[in-house]
């Protein structure tokens, strides 16, 4: 088993036959070796110590094994697979091994032939229980932990998983949340499919879309009244909305209410929801310099939610947020989808160049440097600029629907976010807009003025980035003449999207932050099927690190084929 593990490992090593990416060689065990023991068999050490009996290893896995009450566990360590073993011999069922890294399980593999054990057990990867709610479904799944001792000594990370094993809660029922849209504005879609993503992850979930009250909310402003007048009738407007959600949370009692930006509800309503016992949350899916509002309402939530990295995150805990956390937007796997324009389509959306949003002043000033490229601007207002000729139409708002109709039919969408206060690129890049996750989920090839939280959302082979006019010139000129680059840039900031980027992704966030691991793990065991804590499910986390085969993936995925040898 040795020398074929290292031929095997050696040649996955220098190439991958699946994906031909290239990675560093060196099967080296890092601070592992073989041994044997006093009765002949193969034992692992560690750092000179060895993880299982050095004189009868067999003899004492059984020991261990007799003492575990429990008919299904997980084991911690691996070793030499004797403790393993030992508990399919009294029939114990062994749910998962639990290892913190790969080279263990090199060492393991160098030292016996483990085949038999790695066709029926999954191995779990450490690093992907360290989100509480993962520890939580985890556990679900497992009676108890069966520590492998000169493993665990060895292992900081696994001592941790033994030691708070006993305090890991149990998952509890799904939680009821209830979503809490605006009256108006760009924030009431994504209430919209958060809301949908609740209910998919399994939250029991209840929307109050409060759109319906946006055109008395646009009528008020269209009164012949003193401004003063007209402000007091919208925050009365507002106030009955607010007055809605207590109601139906005193109705429904749910364990969490999700507020989303320019949602009616005020500091009254917020601490009587509180006072029923309903947890608070607010994502403010907005430009905290745009709408400074979020300094009035952050104390009043007990979970902030932000779009915009540091300094921002402090600043909103320094306005008084007992908690604040950074969470991007994202796109809805079931909206923002590609598709396939008809022959009418294409006459009406097909373009090389497009740009689809609101006339900001910088959009505006970049957009009149490319003049040359003819770009189509789809967006309310555009028929009132300077920039009127290359808006569509009379410059109306667009609907979800079209907009993913002008992705398609662009072969460059241009992503420009916005700025009012400059003529030149946004000098506050802190957040990423809803469009850069939008364009990806349709497979559309985007520009995108340089972010700074773009490059831990999408790697440089998935979303082209530009700092200037100029450097957004010569983007054009390459990528309209090669079609072929557009297309797996955009293939591959897709599969990313639908990876890390939909707001089921996003709703399970909001889930651990605001209301605890063991009620969001209620809802996810909710939709999980056989659960997802498995060796391909560590490979898949692997490969996505990173577009260079890691070490880590290799070794994974060798496990992989030695699992499925028959």
């Known amino acids: 088993m040795t020398d ?8 996955l090593l220098e190439r991958s036959p699946e994906t031909g990416r290239r990675v560093e060689a060196s099967p080296v065990l890092r601070g592992f070796g073989i041994a044997s023991s006093a009765d002949g068999g193969a034992i692992v050490e ?10 009868a290893p067999v003899e004492a896995a059984r020991r261990q094994a007799a003492a575990v009450p429990f008919p299904r566990v997980a084991v911690a360590g691996i070793g030499a ?11 114990v069922e062994v749910a998962a091994i639990v290892e913190d890294g790969t080279d263990a399980l090199v060492a393991a593999m160098s030292a016996r032939d483990l085949r038999a054990i790695l066709r029926q057990v999954p191995v779990v990867l450490l690093d992907t229980l360290g989100d509480a709610t993962e520890r939580v479904l985890f556990k679900s799944r497992v009676s108890d932990l069966a520590p492998l001792g000169g493993r665990v000594a060895g292992s900081a990370g696994l001592g941790a998983l033994v030691t708070s094993w006993p305090r890991i809660p149990p998952p509890t029922r799904p939680p009821r949340v209830l979503v809490v849209g605006p009256i108006y504005g760009g924030s009431l879609e994504t209430s919209r499919s958060t809301a949908r993503a609740m209910t998919a992850i399994g939250a029991d979930t209840s929307f109050l879309d409060f759109a319906p009250f946006g055109e008395g909310w646009r009528a008020i402003e269209q009164f012949e009244l003193p401004t003063e007048g007209r402000r007091s009738l919208q925050a009365s407007l507002a106030e009955m909305l607010g007055e809605t959600v207590v109601r139906r949370a005193e109705a429904w009692k749910p364990d969490l209410v999700l507020a989303l930006a320019q949602a009616p509800l005020s500091e009254p309503s917020l601490r009587r929801l509180r006072e029923m016992g309903s947890r608070t949350a607010f994502w403010f899916v907005e430009n905290g310099r745009v709408l400074p509002y979020w300094k009035d309402v952050a104390r009043s939530y007990d979970v902030f939610f932000a779009i915009q990295v540091q300094p921002f995150i402090d600043q909103v805990k320094a306005a008084g947020a007992a908690r604040a956390v950074y969470l991007p937007t994202a796109c809805d796997r079931e909206r923002h989808v590609p598709v396939v324009l008809t ?18 002043l910088n959009r505006r000033r970049l957009l009149g440097t490319l003049a040359d490229w003819s770009p189509r601007i789809w967006g309310e207002g555009w028929d009132q600029t300077e920039l009127a000729s290359m808006a569509v139409g009379t410059g109306h708002r667009f609907s979800l629907d079209e907009m993913v109709r002008v992705f398609a039919g662009s072969r460059v969408n241009l992503n420009i976010h916005s700025a009012a206060h400059t003529e030149g690129l946004d000098p506050d890049p802190d957040y990423l807009n809803p469009r850069t996750f ?27 980035s530009f700092r200037s006019v100029s450097e957004l010139r010569e983007c054009l000129s390459h990528y309209l003449a090669h079609p072929e680059e557009r297309q797996a840039f955009a293939r591959r900031a897709r599969a990313r999207a639908l990876a890390a980027h ?17 009620f969001a793990a209620g809802a996810i065991l909710r939709t999980r099927r056989g659960g997802d804590d498995t060796l391909d499910a560590a490979i898949d986390h692997a490969g996505q690190a990173s577009p260079e085969m890691t070490r880590d993936e290799a070794l994974l995925r060798l496990l992989g084929a030695v699992r499925s040898t028959k």
């Open 4 to 11: 074929l593990f290292r031929d095997n490992l050696a040649a």
């Open 46 to 55: 560690q750092g000179g110590h060895p993880l299982e009996s050095r004189r």
């Open 81 to 91: 697979g004797y403790l393993v073993e030992a508990l399919f011999e009294r029939g």
């Open 343 to 360: 022959p009418e389509e294409r006459s009406r959306y097909e373009t090389d160049v497009s740009f689809a949003g609101a006339p900001y």
């Open 438 to 464: 939008e364009l990806a989920a349709c497979a559309a090839f985007q520009l995108v003025d340089a972010r700074q939280p773009l490059r831990d959302a999408f790697a440089e082979t998935e979303v082209v």
């Open 502 to 518: 939909t707001f089921e992704h996003r709703a399970r966030e909001i889930l651990r932050e605001a209301v605890g691991p063991d």
